[in-house]
């Protein structure tokens, strides 16, 4: 499956944004969605993962609450809604897709991913 993320920007802190990850190639509701992000000289980063059909989602530390995630299987898309935006969410990120049966925080659980999109948040 290829996937394609988009959305990302700059926004203030407090501010809002949903990235969008458009899926092609493969039945898109046989994949876990993931979404992982890289801030500049940081360790890659668990930020969410949403099951096949939306039933359910896990986040990464302190995520919960200001994230939340959910998937279009109609429109093979999948969303990372960020909300009351920190300087510390500043970074890329990436979605991605898992065959693993639950949601998994590890990156090697996922077969595809997107080419990253960049989040700015100004203080």
């Known amino acids: 499956v290829q996937l394609q993320a988009s959305g990302g920007g700059l926004v203030q802190a407090g501010g809002s944004l949903r990235l969008s990850c458009a899926a092609s190639g493969r039945t898109f509701n046989n994949y876990i969605m993931g979404w992982f992000r890289r801030a500049p000289g ?3 980063e668990f930020v969410a993962a949403l099951t096949r059909f939306g039933g359910s ?5 302190s995520l919960k609450g200001r994230f939340t995630c959910s998937r279009d299987n109609a429109k093979n898309t999948a969303y990372l ?12 990120y990436y ?7 639950v949601p998994r925080s590890t990156s090697t659980a996922y ?3 997107g080419q990253g999109t960049l989040v700015t948040v100004s203080s």
């Open 42 to 44: 940081k360790e890659r």
């Open 57 to 61: 989602a896990i986040f990464g530390d």
């Open 81 to 92: 809604q960020m909300d009351n935006l920190k300087p510390e969410d500043t970074a890329v």
């Open 95 to 101: 979605c991605a897709a898992s065959q693993t049966p």
């Open 111 to 113: 077969d595809y991913w």
